[in-house]
Structure formats: structure tokens, C-alpha cells
């Protein structure tokens, strides 16, 4: 079966001007299955963040090729790209990244809205996954009046609005305490059990225990890839 | 995107940056309403003066004491109105100041001009007049009544003109009668310069001088205004039978009267020779070259205000750097993004035009106010009390304030619709 996400022989490198260039990734290759739980792990500054981005396509690679779907994100054009985020891929962010002057019920329609989903329509689904995370009660809310706990349930909301195949998440609990960090990794779980396919970037190597398969970076690199046999239940 | 989700997206952009929205507003509304105002009241005074001239036949020259290369009729033509459209009550001085160099014998010889139908000097000034107890200063011009009947362009709105062999009557214009005296009648006596004057005819409303001036034979204003005699005039009126050959007998005036008065160099000419059609265009190529040039001085403003749209829009640009990561994260293109930033501007200058629009409007009204008021404008005073403010300027000004907002901001949407998303997300 071809995998969801495909990078192969991916090199990233930032121009740091008379400094010269940083070569942040080298020599990336990585297949993703149709509902595979991947954790990606590795010390800060190691390049996992830089691997969400590509996944994600929100950067490209300077070399080298990533697959979406089967379609190299280089090829496309920026509406296709922009559709391919939109559509395809649900994004959940460490800071949690919601629209500070929108209600939490605003982030999540604004995602279906960015698609063309009609309003009526976005407005009730937006309000059924908002109640789907426990914040029924709390849809007009602006994000500063949740908690971090709260505002990372809005952000999981928005990135299954337009029900995508792929969940990418940033250290998704950095922010939060164990308890709700426990949810989040939970409910994550349990939509990889639905068939989504979840690619979760973790500096814990506790939460990494989550995923089928964790990939270790280092300094750029795939250090190594181990599937986990005893997944925490 | 929809372009709806876009604009709600910018309004809720502006009213969550509420001071700098508005301050940035305020830059617009000062642009616009300067423009408005100042084309508006440019529009008033090209109009009165269209209204004033065309009151006036095309087919009148007039001599006046004195060399005025620019405005030769401001020296005194008071035969068939001028420009200018005076209050009712006459601010001048008594008398004319101007040397009386312009008699009876130049008269007598303009007349052997073969294009010349009609000719007559006149005398005018002001002075006080009472009825029923009011008194208040009249301007008055003392005309040959058999050829200013031929000469005069305002219609009777009641009585008759003055005839030849008439003494101690007087022809009023409109604001005179309904202002100057409570809406007055014919056969009623008023009192001018202390003598009593029997009204026989009411001129209607012209919209020029005419409506306030007061018209008396010669022989009876000679004796009522300080300084006068039936032998010196203060101008004197011409008629020509054709006016395509105005120009050819402005010449043959010019030339006779050098002749009379001695003169032998046209750079030490006493007098003035003008033509209406020459001081239209005289008069309103000086109006539309003022008109331009303040229009210039209001552009100024709006330029600046254009340069507070663009900063507002940067500095929007910068604080929503993140929440632009955020939007193309979740599908945002980068046309949904370059739509948010233009509908920003565009509402700015919007809400910049409507307001500017409206203070504009406001301002010109109460310039035209204050010069209608005031004693000592003048001519000037005279022309800024009419203001005009058409549907064009109103569609036009609007439309450029929206364009100004377009514009302004198109450079730095531009910029925010480029963000990488990736570093967009970054910003901190």
C-alpha cells in the first residue's frame, strides 16, 4: 500500500547569510502508513519540529521529495497546497495557535469556512465537535477566557473540522499538565483507532510510548525507528 | 475563502485595533473633507459667476476710468449687472475713486463707431435710503433710461422700465425690494440720498448685480451721490449690433479714445476697454487655476493619510503575522489573505470617505456661512458664501477614498499574503 506521507532523501538548509547555511535535516527518509500512530522524538534543536513543518506542508524541503497522498508537495501549486492543508491535514500546535479575537466556536467553523463549507452547516458541526471535546458549554468563549487544557480541546476541535486523514500535532501536551496532557494523547489514540492517521512530534520519551513507531532524530538525522509492541492501552 | 468571511475577518480586524483604526481614519476623513470642501466651494463660486455672467449679454463692452489689465469691469461697469452679486445694502465708500476721465465727448465720439447700436455713460455709488422708518445704504446707477432699457438683460417682475423723459423714478432689483425694503411695490416712494423716488419697475431675481442695485435716470443720480456730474462717468456702456466683430471695435474704441485723451503709447492708456466674454474667461480660468491649485494642497493631506493607511496596514500585517501562520495552516490561500488585508484598507478608507464626505460638506457650508456673513470679504466673500456640492463629487470623492484605501494597503497585503506559513507560525 503507498504510504500517506512519503520523504524521501529530504534535506532542509537555512541561508544564514555572511554566516553561511545550517543544515537543519539530511538525508530524510520516512514512510507513513494509512492509519499509523508515529511518534517523532529527539532533543530540542534535533529537527523534529522541522520534520512536522514538511509533513505538514508548511515549509518545503531543499532537497529531496515529500509525498502527500502521493502528490510531491514541491509540484504543487499554493492553492493546492493551501487545499492540501486545509482538507487533508489537521494541525495541533503546542501554543495551541487559535484566533485570539475569535470565540472557540469562530476557530473551529473557520476552518470549514476556509474550505467553503457552507455556514449553517460549519456551524453545527463546529458546535457537535466542540460538545465531541467537552466544551459544549464553553463554544463562545474566547480563547483567553480557557484554560490552556481547554484551549488545546479547541485546537483538536479545529484540526478535525474538515475531517482529515492526517493529524499532525506539535508536542501537543508541551503546555499542558499531566492530567490533561493524559486527554489529549487519549483522544488522540482513540481517533487513530477511528483509521486517522497521527503524526505527533514529542521531546517525552513516556508520551512517545502512544505511537506504533517511534522515529529518534538526531542532529538531523533518523537515528532509528522502533516499533512499539507494548503500546500504552 | 468566501469574500464575506474575508471582510468579516477585516471588520473584526479593525474593531479589535479600535484606537489606531480610528486614528488612521481621522487621516482620511481630514484628506477627503478637505477636498470636498474646497471643490465644493469652488464649484459654488464658478457657478455664481456663471450665474452672474450669463445675466450679462456677450454683446456688452464696457470703458472704465483707470488701466486694469486683469479686471477691467471692476473699475464700475453697473449698466446690465456685473459679477459679483452683491448684499442689497452697498458697502462701498460713496463715489468711485477712480479718475473721471471719461466724459460726454467721448461719447459723442464713440458713437461714429459703425458696430456701436447702443452707447451711454453712467454714474453709480451708494448711498442711504429710507422706507418706512429703515435706512440703509443702496447702490445706485445713474443711467441713461432710453438705452438702458435696449441695454438691460433682467426681466420685469413688476411696472416698467425707465423711459426716456423720466424724473425722480427708480428701477429696483429683487433684493433690493424684498430685503432692503420688506418686499416693497411699484408706485410706492422711498427715500434715496434725500430725495423721494417714486418705484415704477421690479426687476426679477437674476442671481447677478442686478438684484441689488437701484436704477435712476442720470440727471436725478448726479444729484443724490457725492462727486458726480452728467459730464464724467464712472463707465460707459457699449452695445455692438454684431459680435463677431466685438474685437475689431474693442480696437476702434481703444484707439479713438487715445486719440481723445492724447495718449500715443497703449502702455499709458487711462481707461479700460472689456468685453463680457473676455472677462468670463479671464475670470474663470483664474477660479479653476485656484480651484487646482488648493485641490493640490487638500491632495497633500490625502496623501498622508493614504501613507497612515499603509502604516496601519503594515503594523496590522505585523501583529497578525501569527495569526496569518495560523489561517494558512488551516487552508488559507494566499488570495484569502490578500483579500482580508485589502477589505481592511478599503473599510478604512470607507468609513474615512463616508465621514470626510459628511465633515466636508459641513466645513463648506459653514465657510459659506461665515463669508456670507462676513462685512469685509469683498468679492471674494461674495463667491465663497455659494457652495456646490454635486452628486459627481460626492460619487467621485467617495470613490477616490476607497481607491486611496485599495491602494495603500495593496503593498503590504501583498506581503502578508506571501508569508510562509512556516514562518508566519514562528513570529513571536
Excluded: C
Amino acid at each position: 500500500m503507498e504510504p500517506v506521507i512519503k520523504m524521501k532523501d529530504v534535506w532542509k538548509r537555512y541561508n544564514m547569510g555572511k554566516a553561511g547555511g545550517l543544515t537543519v535535516l539530511k538525508e530524510i527518509n520516512l514512510d507513513v502508513k494509512q492509519g499509523e500512530f508515529v511518534a517523532i522524538t529527539g532533543h530540542s534543536g534535533s529537527g523534529k519540529s522541522t520534520i512536522m513543518h514538511l509533513l505538514g506542508a508548511l515549509d518545503t524541503p531543499s532537497y529531496g521529495n515529500i509525498y502527500l497522498k502521493g502528490k510531491n508537495v514541491k509540484e504543487l501549486s499554493e492553492d493546492s497546497l493551501a487545499l492540501l492543508r486545509g482538507k487533508t491535514i489537521g494541525f495541533i500546535f503546542q501554543q495551541f495557535n487559535l484566533l485570539p479575537t475569535f470565540s472557540a466556536l469562530d476557530n473551529v467553523m473557520i476552518a470549514m469556512e476556509i474550505v467553503n463549507t457552507p455556514d449553517k452547516e460549519a456551524r453545527v458541526k463546529a458546535m457537535n465537535l466542540l460538545i465531541l471535546v467537552g466544551l459544549g458549554e464553553r463554544a463562545h468563549h474566547k480563547p483567553t477566557e480557557l484554560s490552556g487544557g481547554e484551549q488545546q480541546r479547541v485546537a483538536i476541535a479545529r484540526a478535525l473540522a474538515n475531517d482529515p486523514e492526517i493529524i499532525i500535532a506539535d508536542e501537543p501536551t508541551g503546555n499542558l499538565d499531566s492530567q490533561t496532557g493524559k486527554f489529549v494523547m487519549d483522544f488522540l489514540r482513540s481517533l487513530n483507532k477511528k483509521g486517522k492517521t497521527i503524526v505527533f512530534v514529542t521531546h517525552e520519551l513516556e508520551l512517545a510510548k502512544y505511537a506504533s513507531r517511534t522515529i529518534y532524530v538526531k542532529d538531523g538525522k533518523i537515528e532509528k525507528e522502533v516499533y512499539n509492541k507494548r503500546r500504552l492501552k | 475563502m468566501k469574500l464575506s468571511k474575508s471582510f468579516r475577518i477585516a471588520l473584526n480586524i479593525i474593531a479589535h485595533s479600535k484606537i489606531r483604526s480610528w486614528l488612521t481614519i481621522i487621516g482620511i476623513i481630514i484628506g477627503i473633507a478637505a477636498i470636498v470642501s474646497i471643490l465644493s466651494i469652488g464649484a459654488g463660486a464658478q457657478k455664481t459667476l456663471e450665474q452672474n455672467l450669463n445675466s450679462l449679454s456677450a454683446d456688452i463692452i464696457t470703458i472704465s476710468p483707470g488701466f486694469s489689465r486683469a479686471m477691467g469691469a471692476e473699475a464700475g461697469f453697473r449698466g446690465g449687472g456685473d459679477i459679483g452679486g452683491g448684499p442689497g445694502i452697498s458697502q462701498g465708500t460713496s463715489g468711485s475713486s477712480s479718475p473721471k476721465n471719461l466724459t460726454t465727448t467721448d461719447v459723442t465720439l464713440l458713437k461714429g463707431i459703425a458696430n456701436i447700436a447702443q452707447i451711454m455713460g453712467t454714474v453709480s455709488g451708494s448711498t442711504n435710503s429710507t422706507y418706512l422708518g429703515k435706512t440703509g445704504k443702496v447702490s445706485v446707477d445713474g443711467v441713461d433710461p432710453a438705452v438702458w432699457r435696449n441695454i438691460v438683460t433682467t426681466d420685469l417682475k413688476s411696472g416698467r422700465y425707465l423711459s426716456q423723459g423720466d424724473t425722480n423714478v427708480v428701477v429696483i432689483g429683487s433684493r433690493v425690494a424684498n430685503s432692503t425694503f420688506n418686499n416693497i411695490q411699484v408706485n410706492q416712494q422711498i427715500t434715496i440720498g434725500g430725495q423721494t423716488f417714486v418705484i415704477v419697475g421690479i426687476l426679477k431675481e437674476s442671481g447677478g448685480s442686478d438684484d441689488s442695485r437701484v436704477f435712476m435716470p442720470i440727471k436725478n443720480a448726479v444729484n443724490i451721490l457725492e462727486d458726480k456730474s452728467s459730464k464724467n462717468f464712472d463707465s460707459i456702456v457699449v452695445k455692438v449690433k454684431n459680435i463677431s466683430q466685438t474685437d475689431d471695435t474693442i480696437a476702434q474704441i481703444t484707439s479713438k479714445l487715445m486719440l481723445s485723451h492724447g495718449i500715443l503709447q497703449s502702455s499709458k492708456v487711462d481707461f479700460s476697454v472689456t468685453s463680457m466674454k473676455a472677462m468670463q474667461e479671464s475670470v474663470s480660468t483664474t477660479l479653476n487655476s485656484m480651484s487646482i491649485f488648493l485641490s493640490a494642497i487638500a491632495a497633500i493631506s490625502l496623501i498622508v493619510g493614504a501613507i497612515g493607511i499603509m502604516n496601519s496596514t503594515f503594523t496590522s500585517v505585523l501583529e497578525k503575522t501569527r495569526e496569518i501562520g495560523i489561517l494558512k495552516a488551516i487552508g488559507a490561500r494566499n488570495k484569502d489573505i490578500l483579500a482580508i488585508f485589502l477589505f481592511n484598507s478599503a473599510i478604512i478608507g470607507f468609513i474615512g470617505g463616508v465621514l470626510g464626505i459628511s465633515f466636508g460638506i459641513i466645513a463648506s457650508g459653514f465657510i459659506s456661512e461665515l463669508a456670507g456673513t462676513s462685512t469685509t470679504g469683498g468679492m471674494m466673500g461674495r463667491f465663497l458664501s455659494f457652495t456646490y456640492v454635486s452628486p459627481y463629487l460626492i460619487i467621485g470623492v467617495f470613490l477616490l477614498s476607497i481607491s486611496v484605501g485599495l491602494l495603500s494597503g495593496a503593498i503590504p497585503a501583498y506581503r502578508a499574503s506571501r508569508l510562509r506559513p512556516v514562518d508566519a507560525l514562528r513570529y513571536e
